[in-house]
């Protein structure tokens, strides 16, 4: 089942580069677009309608709720709710019988409930591929690069933590590098955690200020 999904999601993000369209995006503009700081480039995506092979048969989602379903929390492909932390930037890639009105009227509907960095209030990209997904007559994928993501970094760090504590597995990974590199690893996840932090202010006038000073890479 997983392996549909993931299939799918790549089935979407390539359907520009694949097929014609209103709007064609490659994946170059993603990076360009969606990507601020050079490590800080992981992203969060969602799908509307999230559905595997089985679930071909099911019914169409409405247009509008197609859009809602890329902020709710169930249509994540991550242990995430980006629609209550702060926004870099976001890619709606668009398939099917959509006309870029109706994108339009819903991103302008989805902003307003919306948290982006002040820098980037209107950091969009839309793609729209005109052929739909098989056995859909509409779908959408929605890449973000939102500050929630530091909270998975948290959780693998934990995890990291506990298994490093005891050794466990080690030995498989000392036979080829050097234990050190372990210590470094975390550190860069660390370091990449607090960048996000920084980035997602915790009150109303804390996002009414300016971009945090520009941290080098961390790796």
Known sequence: ???????????????????????????????????????????????????????????????????????????????????????????????????????????????????????NREGWKVGHCSVPAVGQRRSTLALANNCCIRKTFGKLVKRFERLYKSKAYVHHYTEYMDEAMFGDSINTVCNTTDEYEKLSPTTKEDSEQGPPPRMGPVF
């Open 1 to 119: 089942m997983m392996n549909s999904i993931a299939g799918h999601l790549l089935l979407n993000l390539t359907s520009s580069m694949r097929f014609e369209g209103t709007l064609n995006v490659d994946l170059n503009e993603i990076t360009m677009n969606l990507v601020p700081y050079p490590s800080l480039h992981f992203l969060v995506s969602a799908m509307s309608p999230l559905y595997t092979l089985h679930d071909q048969s099911l019914p169409p989602r409405q247009l509008d709720q197609m859009f809602s379903d890329l902020l709710h929390p169930d249509y994540q492909l991550l242990d995430c709710d980006p629609a209550n932390d702060t926004y870099l930037a976001c890619a709606l890639m668009v398939r099917g019988d959509v006309d870029m009105s109706d994108i339009r009227r819903n991103i302008a509907k989805m902003q307003n409930g919306l948290r982006f960095v002040p820098w």
